[in-house]
């Protein structure tokens, strides 16, 4: 009679701690992309109204990074929709969306953006660090072996 045997499932990987990542970061790199799809589509809505009204955000006193709100506007819709695609990819399981999610393009757009929307900025910026702490401490696969 032969033996049959199963190979444990992913989560079971997580848990013993065999695998490539903990069950944190490996629910960590799904709940990444799913923050990265809806960071990015706020950030598109960002862009479209500093796009259309020039005077809805209001600068809190100087910084270096002095552009009108249409500059942001734009900056905010190209790179919303690139952080949006992202998201998708990673959701999709591509390896390329998890290597671009790791760069910190929203990151620093974000922290130039802080004094025209500190708390909305900060919220950006905590966000943007859990996605790439996710996406480098979730191994996938790579590290996984299938003989024990």
Known sequence: MAKTTTQPST???AA?????GSAWAIGGAVFAGVLMLVDGVLMVLQGIVGIAKD???ARIGTYVFEFDSTAWGWTHLILGVIVALVGAAILGGA???RVAGVVPLALIANFMWLPYQPVWAVVSIAIAV?????LCTDRGDRGRSSAY
């Open 55 to 57: 005077d809805i955000y």
């Open 95 to 97: 390896g390329w969306g």
């Open 11 to 13: 989560s079971q990987h």
């Open 16 to 20: 013993s701690g065999r695998g490539g």
């Open 130 to 134: 859990f996605v790439i702490w996710a």
